[in-house]
């Protein structure tokens, strides 16, 4: 398998070293091999419009990178440690099938704005995917609430009871709040859809590109025009995709938290059936809630992704450096982590119960206290009367 | 001065407790004081159309809030430690100046919908002070540009001299750069423009509001019906605000530590007043820019005040929990350092001078290779080979 | 007021740009006078050792070194904004009393290694206080134990009953980790015993000082040797204490949300007493453990701190920055914070009281199951084997 | 392959959810078992000290456990997903060849201290190996020292220069700052160095186990006695390995900022062999310091998994809580990343050259000017005098 870098220069590197800045790339960029096919193919078509290369050539830069598009979605395309990322890989390949003409395609780009095509619409893809599981998410809810939705429960504040609530409104919350993560989502969506190809290593290319034939032949909304942008816009994008993710993930946090201990039998409003709980390995009796506690604990994951593209991404100076080639890991992570989580957390509501008789024995008086206080006021007694008045049945001495 | 607590039961605190849970609040609250009176007239005017106040009341209730206001612009309103907050400060003056009226006004209100509705009109005027303060720094940018815009100087990557660039270039990038952060900041306004008033602790009050009214009065774009979600949203769209506002910071910090290092002389592109620099209490010769590192510095504050609302948020039971006090003073400080920053920044500009000479120094023939392979490619040589002929010239063994 | 900067070279400095630059020192610095002065009196010691001072010159300089530490103390030293900071205010203050000679304080000295040293001082100091602090918070625990230490009640694996534990158990757990955090103190404390006077701004100074003088007359345990290192420390040490504080408030964290959960009324296996609760301004019945939720959320104002310190020392060229002016504040805070927290808690457990009727009744059978597959165990059933017999009785289908 | 969980109770989990819960343990579990069968061994060991187990028996056990770990260091043996992680494989493949007796092994022990067992062996290697990689590193510096020593370069403050320095006093700062945190990783190993072994869930077991027994068999320095403590210390431990790990991460992060700018052709003081340097894809005139690059970068890698273990460990009911699980992640990334940068900025140090020619051309005037002032003060002139005097000439109007 040839393994040409495309920067090399003949000079061989410490191997040691190198292994340090491959990286996990080449096993990341797996998941970049279809984007990396569609932006090239682009790439070829607008070279070929510009006279760069001939029909004859785009035709069969253009078949050779569908073939390795296909083979990669088969499962059989794989890049070598040595080829280092993707964009070497899928080169080498296309110089061992086509000869010259596979170097021809590097024309007028750098392995720069090539990464972050292929990333961008790596990001589009994805957070069109966590819209669609956004929206599972909220049917899940739905359902759950048009089954159990009439039920009253305690709801509580500082983790103790304070007024009635229902199970209609704690879904409906969730819904509301999660319907304003797909918000957060369409907007992340239109800062992400700028096209970056054609704009080099970030000071654009010495020769005469069409960049809107590429943007729109790739789907993107506009071109992102300068290339200081383009490279400065890494990290930052990124930064708020993962934002947004920790939004989603804070309400299944939160949510999770809200079962895991309203599903403590001391309470029991809501039961877990038991093909989602594990055992001990030493405690006969425990079922444990270890969904739960795990999509509680994922959302502190995606938040140190977001801080980890925030460290990396400060007091550098202008223009590409290696660093943000570790932006990419915690970004992948982070849309693999929240859209799992989505789906087992909707999956979850499947076969989430409500215990109605323990959400009424749960409904003691005091649950009722601001409703007397209110009964009062409607007898003329000022509120903070009413509220005195009442808070002394609760006040015990101790 | 009367510092009853809109809780107080009777029962003394311990001091040292009460200390410790009022914390900083009776000090942050001084930005809040005219909100709360805005938002209080609007509640007391709602209450008069449900008929819960008479005309009378409503009117000198509203008569009163506007004294506060008005006190509170004038730098004559102080809140005590004992009073703990804004809401109890305020609503003891009514009682002062208006008797057992005054105690009429927290009728269908809880301290945690006023505290909502309070920040949100705080936050909208903040997020929009911020759009207006980075436009002018776009604004700044324009003019650096068109004074300097036409200077060709290197463009770096890797810190390393890379291929040509342009003052315009850069400066570009930058507002192209803020104006995307504008765009984060109005799809912030949208989610923090919602009424939480009437929802009173996170479950409703038991009696009727006109709660549509209450959200038009005090210019909200919709009323954020779910009373849950209410609860649920802060420290969501406080980590919202101020993910973007590290977005507007980052920006600052990359453009400041190009600067830093663009104007060390040994490059000195750029050139920064002596007004704008500091000394050494031992090196006579030093002019530090110490500006530009304290503008590269807080980027990191911000992200820590976000990272300190994400973690705060985590892990929590449903309903407002007390931990959530303590993201008052993250984005409040957000605000400020971000807002001060933006001004110090255009200032800055304003400024800036760029080294002609020194610019086209640094233009060494290496920035010009990339020119040189694409010369050899527009003579027929493949790209790859152009790039290894003109490689060997900056190959030298060592 | 005198406001001569101690890097004065007669240019004004932009107003805005001052205001920027000054931020919190004037007000940070009141915390640092005793120890500017302090440090002071030994460098003009041994200024006088060295023979650059006259002794009548180095009595007058102690004896207004040691007037202005007695004025601080008396709280009658103050520090302006012109000032910008304490060792501006402190030789400005000289210079008045003694003329001349006040400036002849800071030769052989930087501000760079006078802030340090000031700072270390108070390091030293605060890192004293937080071990007694902790220790006292132990004794709490062992008075808390030696109450109710011998009352079972069921431990929880998961959120869920798991095993027989007891008061005593539980105390002994926090003590244990605190005993552990004292050991991390103890070793950070060697680290920050460093004396970093004589180091200059980072590259040493042209005259020949006695470091190990200084050293000594401060107490510090040894003579930081290198002044680059002196510089690089600066944030390394910082982050190091904070890391430690948070340790410190995560064991708080950890105990709060025990007491929180285990005080529900669903629970009641504490009890918290009336003074340690707050109410609420809406529902009259309310007794919230908002002591307990702060001391749960200062956990992760803490771990924002070491986060700001480590964000900001990241990417930095060796040698002073001003950056690292911004590192001062969160190990303040975070010293505050942790200290106020260890007091209230320790306050906190002297009222604690634990419910035996509760604790007993949670005692249900299932908190027994491992007991009762043991008890098979000795019967020469094999543990998976009796888990399995015992684990059937816990098992209903749902 | 058998692959019955160590908790099963029969009842099928679904798939779905077990795939999440299983997550990556059972991948990153091949390094624990080496760990796991040296617990075990100890463990069957005491049981046979005890009399549960046989002699017999016991050896039995302890060949099987030296099989196992032989082929797991032939690379033979492997964890499937379905036995989610090592100590289910082990114990399955244990119960394969001997039967009812190897589920006897798990007598007197829970899953959570077996876990906790096997992680701390392993820490206290890899605390080790960090120690030992250290020292290696502080070799290297001596030996650049001693090739490069004595040039004098100017020192920088605020990314200028400054004051003469040294690569004398550059690389004694490192090793300085290098030996510092040597001590804080031999303080971790201390607090790492407890044996947990014996406390079951968390709540310790209902039969008598000889704890000292296995502590000293494992080469624990002590028995960590409170099982609860056990616990609660899991999450602690990990954060202050992870915070001595960013440490030294941000002594390579400063060095490589340096190296990265001292580099850079326009300064001209160091100089990076090509073998460690890596090309452009467009520019052919390129040589990028990308392992620098990654160097500076991975800092805020291991700083936020630092962040991803405080952000997990909070808020938390004491008690072991499956959102732990994924705090072995982070530690050991956090491992991997600073041995793998530890040899690599060794190995770098070994290339690395600096230039003596540009060290002496960037000692211009002004590096002196202090020495200047205090040239004048060896005249008799007072510092401050001397310092404007001196000032002067490097003040130009503009």
Redesign the interface.
């Known amino acids: 398998m040839p393994t040409n870098?495309?920067?090399?220069?003949?000079?061989?590197?410490?191997e040691?070293?190198e292994?340090?800045?491959v990286?996990e790339d080449y096993i990341l960029d797996m998941k970049l091999v279809k984007y990396d096919c569609i932006a090239s193919i682009a790439h070829a078509k607008m070279l070929g419009k510009m006279g760069i290369l001939k029909e004859a050539e785009v035709n069969k830069l253009v078949n050779e990178l569908n073939n390795i598009k296909e083979l990669s979605e088969e499962g059989k395309f794989t890049i070598s440690k040595k080829q280092e990322d993707v964009?070497t890989a899928i080169e080498n390949m296309l110089t061992e099938a086509l000869g010259?003409l596979g170097?021809?395609i590097?024309?007028g780009?750098?392995?720069?704005d090539?990464v972050l095509t292929a990333l961008r619409l790596y990001y589009k893809d994805n957070i069109a995917e966590c819209i669609s599981l956004s929206k599972q998410y909220i049917v899940a809810l739905h359902s759950f609430s048009s089954n159990y939705g009439g039920i009253v429960l305690p709801?509580?504040?500082?983790?103790?009871?304070?007024?009635?609530?229902s199970i209609r409104?704690?879904s409906?919350?969730?819904i509301?709040?999660m319907q304003?993560n797909i918000?957060?989502l369409e907007?992340t969506l239109?800062?992400v859809d700028q096209s970056p190809l054609g704009t080099?290593?970030?000071?654009?290319?010495?020769?005469k590109l069409d960049r809107n034939m590429t943007a729109k032949e790739l789907g993107f909304a506009k071109v992102?025009?300068?290339?200081?942008?383009v490279?400065?816009?890494r990290?930052?994008f990124e930064?708020?995709i993962l934002?947004v993710l920790?939004?989603i993930m804070?309400?299944m946090?939160?949510?999770a938290?809200?079962l895991?201990?309203f599903s403590?039998?001391?309470?029991g409003y809501f039961?877990l059936?038991?093909?989602?709980t594990?055992?001990?390995?030493?405690?006969?009796?425990?079922?444990?809630?270890?969904?739960l506690?795990?999509l509680?604990?994922?959302?502190?994951?995606v938040?140190?992704?977001e801080?980890?593209v925030?460290?990396?991404?400060?007091?550098?100076?202008?223009?590409?450096?290696?660093?943000m080639?570790?932006t990419k890991k915690?970004v992948m992570e982070g849309f693999e982590v929240t859209e799992?989580?989505l789906?087992?957390a909707a999956?979850?509501l499947g076969?989430l119960?409500v215990n109605k008789d323990k959400a009424k024995k749960?409904l003691t008086s005091?649950v009722y206290?601001?409703?007397?206080?209110?009964r009062l006021?409607?007898n003329g007694i000022?509120?903070?009367?009413?509220?005195?008045?009442?808070?002394?049945?609760?006040?015990k001495?101790?």
């Open positions: 870098k495309l920067w090399d220069k003949g000079i061989p590197l410490d040691e070293i292994d340090f800045t990286g964009h010259e170097g021809k590097h024309t780009r750098s392995r720069n090539q709801g509580y504040t500082h983790t103790r009871k304070a007024m009635p609530s409104l704690w409906g919350a969730l509301d709040s304003d918000t957060l907007a239109l800062l080099g290593a970030g000071y654009g290319v010495p020769i992102q025009e300068n290339p200081i942008y490279q400065l816009s990290g930052k930064s708020t934002h920790t939004q804070l309400d946090n939160r949510a938290t809200d895991i201990i403590m039998p001391e309470l039961e059936p038991d093909k989602f594990t055992g001990s390995s030493i405690m006969p009796q425990k079922k444990n809630p270890d969904v506690e795990l509680r604990a994922k959302y502190h994951l938040v140190s992704y801080m980890q925030k460290g990396i991404s400060g007091n550098l100076l202008t223009g590409y450096n290696r660093d080639q570790l915690p799992q989580s789906k087992v999956r979850l076969g119960k749960g005091d206290a601001t409703d007397e206080a209110y006021v409607k000022s509120f903070r009367d009413a509220y005195k008045t009442v808070s002394k049945k609760y006040t001495s101790n």
